[in-house]
């Protein structure tokens, strides 16, 4: 496999579930991120990890947690969900640390809906 | 308060004509801007992007117009193709990356 891989595509879940997203890179990338995209909405950057590290989080509330076990992998683990937390869930990496200069490459997303 | 603005939500172009999609900013510290390209059911690709020190990058097709001045910038496909019928992205990077809503394209045929 080659890109960016996000798993599931679609997910529909209750209020009161916790599940995960999860994203893989097989690009050899040492960045990685998560972004949300609502309907008529800017993407909006929630997490950014380099180098396994967190560098970013963008208010995010804590219902909401990442976590990238390596610079492969990408996981954002969800519980007690509200509906407003239904969107479009982007994973994107990229070559270096995260720049403007380094283009990102996206995952095709994960369709959640909140019951 | 959005730093990066897509005003058209919509555009829609002859097959053989140019397109051109445009963009507003509104912070002068961004250093970069990139344009991606979003088919349905898929994630955004990068398209092209541009340095603040220059004011246009070209890549066969695709050319991109930065005016500082203005805060403003432009992707121009030409001759556009049916298959360039996608959702627009701009996105500038400052301390972080910042998205506008995106520009529906459509190029009839």
């Not at chain 2, 117009?65 to 556009?80: D, E, G, Q, T, Y």
């Not at chain 2, 193709?81 to 506008?100: E, H, I, K, L, R």
Request: charged share 15%; hydrophobic share 30%.
């Amino acid at each position: 496999e080659t890109g960016v891989t996000q798993t599931p595509r679609h997910l529909v879940m209750g209020m009161t579930n916790k599940k995960s997203l999860k994203c893989e890179q097989h690009l050899g990338h040492n960045a990685m991120y998560w972004y949300k995209q609502s309907a008529k909405k800017p993407l909006e950057l929630m997490f950014v990890y380099n180098f396994k590290e967190q560098t970013e989080n963008n208010s995010v509330p804590s219902r909401f947690s990442p976590e990238c076990p390596n610079s492969s992998h990408l996981f954002l683990h969800l519980h007690t969900l509200q509906p407003e937390d239904s969107a479009l869930y982007l994973c994107a990496s990229s070559q270096g640390p995260a720049r403007g200069n380094q283009p990102q490459h996206f995952g095709d997303g994960t369709r959640l809906s909140i019951l | 308060d959005q730093q990066v603005k897509q005003n058209s939500p919509s555009l829609s172009v002859q097959e053989g004509r140019i397109s051109i999609l445009n963009c507003d900013y509104t912070n002068s510290m961004f250093d970069y801007f990139l344009w991606y390209k979003k088919y349905p059911a898929e994630g955004p690709t990068f398209l092209i992007s541009i340095s603040s020190i220059k004011d246009k990058n070209e890549d066969g097709r695709f050319t991109v117009f930065l005016n500082k001045s203005a805060k403003h910038l432009s992707l121009h496909i030409v001759p556009s193709q049916p298959g360039d019928s996608a959702v627009y992205f701009c996105a500038a990077s400052g301390n972080q990356f910042y998205f506008g809503t995106g520009t529906s394209l459509t190029v009839i045929p």
